[in-house]
């Protein structure tokens, strides 16, 4: 059977912490559930947060106390794959039967990393995507990943992979994972703006796939007492946009805002291969006597023992 439903979970970091964003990503389960989703995806930094203004004491050239403590808060809220917050995750997975992509803040030693968990029912942590450039300041933060982290999942669903917030937008990164078979790009993010609603219909045309972006939602500044400069106070720091696409690049639900909700649709697979009749970008259409791209997936650690 090639048609199914897909969804995108659009949630917000707690306040207080990781612990209460796992309890209200787990609130969800009979929502879940009851939609039939075979896939939910989950936003950007979800489980760690995206603190959004946060400028981490940092001026060029130097780094203040306080900057530091910050950063020692952060780390604190991020979780450790595997670990309590992943066996949580590959659970819900397991009782609703669907497929998990959840953004989080991952510790790797003393380096946090923006990452995309994938998790199957009946098997649970199935893979997981390091975000590989970090977008401005947030490379003060979060490393970058390598090419070993580039999964494509075959779940329930289809084919699954694709790409954290910004990195939507590098060329390549995009070539490299059609040429994997995508069928259902996942687009975790924190971008609100109608701008990405532009790039999620154009990755779905570009790609001739299905597209599942998932946006958090954060309250205004005034609403968490809090001073974020140039920001207006009243304005929510993010407020949603999550969406499906078709591979025509039709919007199939969304975009949803300003508030916490489980976007649904339905989709089936087997329209790609009518999508990708006149366009098939890494088949048909690519010229591979011009252009050519080579992807290392070797893992690259920055020490290595030999014995």
Not at 11 to 35: C, H, M, N, V, Y
Not at 53 to 79: M, V
Not at 275 to 284: I, K, L, N, P, S
Request: with cysteine; hydrophobic share 40%; net charge negative.
């Amino acid at each position: 059977m090639t048609a199914t439903t897909v969804a995108a979970l659009q949630i917000g970091s707690a306040p207080e912490g990781k612990a209460r964003t796992l309890e209200q990503i787990l609130a969800f389960e009979s929502d879940i559930a009851a939609s039939g989703a075979s896939l939910v995806v989950m936003p950007e930094a979800l489980l760690g947060g995206y603190p959004k203004g946060e400028i981490f004491g940092t001026r060029l050239g130097y780094r203040l106390p306080e900057g530091r403590e910050a950063f020692a808060r952060y780390y604190d809220n991020a979780i450790d794959v595997p670990g309590p917050e992943t066996e949580a995750l590959a659970g819900l997975s397991q009782r609703t039967g669907a497929s998990l992509v959840v953004g989080v803040i991952e510790r790797g030693g003393n380096t946090l990393y923006c990452t995309a968990l994938f998790f199957e029912p009946g098997i649970g942590l199935a893979a997981k995507h390091r975000k590989l450039m970090p977008t401005g300041t947030e490379r003060l933060i979060w490393g970058q990943g390598d090419g070993s982290t580039l999964p494509v999942i075959d779940a329930a669903a289809g084919r699954i992979g694709g790409a954290i917030c910004w990195e939507n937008h590098m060329p390549l990164l995009r070539t490299a994972m059609y040429a994997k078979g995508v069928e259902i790009w996942c687009a975790p993010t924190v971008d609100e703006r109608d701008i990405w609603q532009c790039s999620m219909r154009h990755i779905a045309h570009e790609g001739r796939c299905f597209v599942v972006s998932a946006c958090q939602v954060q309250p205004s500044p005034a609403e968490l007492g809090a001073d974020v400069p140039g920001w207006d106070a009243g304005r929510p720091l993010i407020n949603g946009g999550s969406v499906i696409v078709g591979p025509l690049g039709d919007v199939l639900a969304g975009p949803l805002r300003g508030g916490a909700g489980l976007l649904t649709a339905r989709i089936d697979t087997a329209e790609l291969v009518r999508a990708r009749y006149d366009f098939d970008v890494t088949g048909h259409y690519s010229r591979p006597d011009i252009f050519s791209l080579t992807v290392d997936e070797r893992p690259r650690p920055p020490v290595r023992f030999i014995s």
